[in-house]
């Protein structure tokens, strides 16, 4: 990422919302607001350290927390992902899990491919087909424009192998969403 040319834009995006980018309150706010989007759009590499082990069953990692970037209107979407898989052999770190979904989240997204990211990178690290990514996130650029809609929530899902048939409602039924 360009620093120099971030904090430029932002310089320029003040002026042209009719803000004096010079006065006291705003002289540092592109430096700040260029160093706050190269952390926040940015992740730190991490290995995919698997195990071996014969553990065969469900195993599900709830509440991973994020917070992505709207690339439609550059503003925040957050919220939580709930990831399960069946390992094939081998298991991996469960905080790995959640490293993954901060993998997608830290880049322009919108939460649909972010979904299907995940499910994608852990089908390839994992060696198994059988995975469930469950995303619940809330969406700044609708909470805070037009009708006000602080509890709106959008869900996406994307089920693969045996989460698509029979796993489904143990998973759903786990994340207290079963019936
Ligand atoms: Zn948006």
Redesign the pocket.
């Known amino acids: 990422m360009n620093q120099n040319l971030m904090e430029k834009a932002v310089y320029d995006l003040l002026k042209a919302m009719g803000e004096d980018p010079n006065r006291e309150g705003l002289k540092d706010t592109p430096k700040r607001v260029a160093k706050m989007y190269s952390e926040i759009l940015s992740y730190p590499n991490f290995n995919y350290t698997t195990f071996e082990d014969k553990y065969d069953d469900l195993i599900m990692i709830k509440n991973i927390e994020f917070c992505s970037m ?4 550059l ?1 925040p ?1 957050y919220g939580i992902a709930h990831i399960a898989y069946i390992p094939n052999k081998r298991i991996i770190g469960l905080s790995k899990i959640a490293r993954v979904v901060e993998k997608y989240s830290k880049k322009l997204q919108v939460q649909e491919r972010m979904t299907e990211e995940i499910m994608e990178d852990l089908k390839k690290n994992l060696g198994t087909d059988n995975i469930a990514v469950y995303i619940e996130a809330k ?4 909470i805070s424009r037009g009708v006000k809609k602080e509890l709106t929530s959008t869900v996406t899902t994307k089920f693969s192998g045996s989460f698509k048939t029979e796993r489904k409602s143990e998973f759903l039924f786990l994340l207290g969403k079963g019936n």
């Open positions: 709207c690339e439609h209107h503003m979407f969406h700044m650029c609708m």
